[in-house]
C-alpha cells in the first residue's frame, strides 16, 4: 500500500496561486503515473493533470496555461503549480498515484478561490 499526503490548499482570491504538494509513503522510483484530481460540490471527482515516472504530463483543457504538475522522484514530492486561480476552480484537490497496478488516494486538500 502506498500513503499520499496533500498539503498546500487553502483561501485565495481570484487571479492569485496557490502551490499544491503531494508525499508518498513509497519510492516515487516505483510509482509509474501520478496526477492531481479535484471535486466540487455536488460535481463528479474530474482529471485536472497527469504526469509519468519520466515526467510526461497531461492536462484538462481547462487548466492548460494555468497550472503546471511536476514531480521530483529524489524528494518524493509531486506538485501542482496553479496559477491566475478562478472561482470554478474550488475544490478538494487530490493526489492520485497508480502503484502495483492499484490506484490510491490521498485525503484531499480543500481549495477555495474568492471572487
Known amino acids: 500500500q502506498v500513503q499520499l499526503v496533500e498539503s498546500g490548499g487553502g483561501l485565495v482570491q481570484a487571479g492569485g496561486s496557490l502551490r499544491l504538494s503531494c508525499a508518498p509513503s513509497?519510492?516515487?522510483?516505483?510509482?509509474?503515473?501520478m496526477g492531481w484530481y479535484r471535486q466540487a460540490p455536488g460535481k463528479q471527482r474530474e482529471l485536472v493533470a497527469t504526469?509519468?515516472?519520466?515526467?510526461?504530463?497531461n492536462y484538462a483543457d481547462f487548466v492548460k496555461g494555468r497550472f503546471a504538475i511536476s514531480r521530483d522522484n529524489w524528494k518524493n514530492t509531486m506538485s501542482l503549480e496553479m496559477n491566475i486561480l478562478k472561482p470554478e476552480d474550488t475544490a478538494v484537490y487530490y493526489c492520485?498515484?497508480?502503484?502495483?497496478?492499484?490506484?490510491?488516494w490521498g485525503q484531499g486538500t480543500p481549495v477555495t478561490v474568492s471572487s
Open positions: 504526469i509519468t515516472l519520466d515526467g510526461q504530463s
Open positions: 513509497e519510492s516515487m522510483f516505483g510509482i509509474k503515473d
Open positions: 492520485g498515484a497508480e502503484y502495483e497496478n492499484r490506484k490510491y
